[in-house]
Structure formats: structure tokens, C-alpha cells
């Protein structure tokens, strides 16, 4: 089945320093969302991107979702060390209602 | 409103022994699904409910995997004959509708520990 590859598994960064996370699928997306799960918490979604170029801001964090809808990439900002977290992107595998999840990338902000 | 609740928080387990896991959705919400996450690991799909059928199921991991839902709302995961490799946190997550657009609301998790 579809899988979506997200890179990199892990990113330690100076807090300051900014931080992307990329989403990359073989085929055509028809969405892809975001997640982000905080240290012994759960998955909280973020944002979910439908138009081919969409890009989308939430305070620091710029989303971005490819023109052939086969990328997507979550880009922060001068990172903080409230960002710190593992973040998954996810999306609808081919005609299936279920999302697939990526592997996920921890962030890890250094005060 | 409410969100989607699991219980137990932790369950603690002797290797041999059935256990069953609760998820309370978000009202309304028809789609449901259950992931496992072990430590520092992606999420790994089980099984997703439409209302009180599951159109897949392909994700449990074996036959001693089994959950069902009920009147379209509370669901159970049912692990028998537990062994160490099903320690885990157990996700429960549900939507709106379940068209893969929709976006999903997590539970706390049910963290367990199969000694």
C-alpha cells in the first residue's frame, strides 16, 4: 500500500534555530494532515491541506502542501522549547478512508 | 465539549491472560480507530469502525486481536491471550465522518504492560 516517507526521524535544534519536517508519497495525495504528540501525550491535529501549492500559517509554523500534491513539509520558525514534540504528517491512503501515518519526526529544542 | 476518553489509563498484565480496552468517541463522531504505538514508534493502524461496522480490519496484528463497537459509540479492544510483544500504548482516535479528509481526535491512551 501507499506509504508516506517523512524525514528526518529526529532534529535537535538551538532554541531560535528553525526546524522542517518533510512528507513525501509516491503518489497523489487527495489531503495530508499534520499531528503533533507531545512528550507521554497523544496525537493533537494541527492542520490538513486539500489544494495543490495550499500554504498555511499558524503563528510560527508555515505548512505547505506540493503543487503535484505529493509533498508536504511543516517548517517552524525560530524554534521554542514548547515545540518540542514528535510531529506526524498523515494522509488517505489511495481509495481507503484510513490515514496513514509517517514515522513521525522528534524534534528536540536545546534552552 | 467532552473529549475521547480511554480506560484504563494503565493496565498491567500477566503474559496469558485477556484483556479488553475501552474508547469512549467523541458524540456524534461515526469513524473510529484504534493504532498501538510502542516506545518512540510511529503509529501503527489496527482497526477502523464506520457506525458499528468494520470495513477494516486488516491491521490486527493476529487472531487474538478482536474489538467491536456498539450502538455507534463505545468500542472494545479485546487482546487474548496477551503476550510481552503487545506491551504498548493503545490509541483510540475518532472523526466526524470517516472519508480520510476528516480530521481525527486522539484519546489519552491506554498504556499496557504485558509481564
Known amino acids: 500500500g501507499q506509504q508516506v516517507m517523512q524525514i528526518p526521524q529526529y532534529q535537535h535544534v538551538q532554541e531560535g534555530e528553525d526546524f522542517t519536517t518533510y512528507c513525501n508519497s509516491s503518489t497523489t495525495l487527495s489531503n495530508i494532515q499534520w499531528y503533533k504528540q507531545r512528550p507521554g501525550g497523544h496525537p493533537v491535529f494541527l492542520i490538513q491541506?486539500?489544494?495543490?501549492?495550499e500554504v498555511k500559517k499558524q503563528k510560527r509554523l508555515t505548512f505547505q502542501f506540493g503543487e503535484a500534491k505529493k509533498n508536504s513539509s511543516l517548517h517552524i520558525t525560530a524554534t521554542q522549547t514548547t515545540d518540542v514534540g514528535t510531529y506526524f504528517c498523515?494522509?488517505?491512503?489511495?481509495?481507503?478512508?484510513?490515514?496513514?501515518f509517517g514515522r513521525g519526526t522528534s524534534l528536540i529544542v536545546h534552552p | 465539549g467532552a473529549g475521547v476518553s480511554q480506560s484504563p489509563s494503565n493496565k498491567v498484565t500477566e503474559k496469558g491472560k485477556d484483556v479488553e480496552l475501552r474508547c469512549d468517541p467523541i458524540?456524534?463522531?461515526?469513524?473510529l480507530y484504534w493504532y498501538r504505538q510502542s516506545l518512540g514508534q510511529g503509529l501503527e493502524f489496527l482497526i477502523y469502525?464506520?457506525?458499528?461496522?468494520?470495513?477494516?480490519k486488516s491491521g490486527l496484528p493476529s487472531d487474538r486481536f478482536s474489538a467491536e463497537r456498539t450502538g455507534g459509540s463505545v468500542s472494545t479492544l479485546t487482546i487474548q491471550r496477551t503476550q510481552q510483544e503487545d506491551s504498548a500504548v493503545y490509541l483510540c482516535?475518532?472523526?466526524?465522518?470517516?472519508?480520510?479528509?476528516?480530521?481525527?481526535?486522539f484519546g489519552p491512551g491506554t498504556r499496557l504492560t504485558v509481564t
Open positions: 491541506l486539500v489544494k495543490s501549492g
Open positions: 498523515a494522509a488517505p491512503s489511495g481509495g481507503s478512508y484510513i490515514p496513514t
Open positions: 458524540s456524534g463522531h461515526t469513524a
Open positions: 482516535a475518532s472523526s466526524r465522518v470517516g472519508s480520510g479528509g476528516s480530521e481525527q481526535y
Open positions: 469502525f464506520q457506525g458499528n461496522s468494520a470495513p477494516d
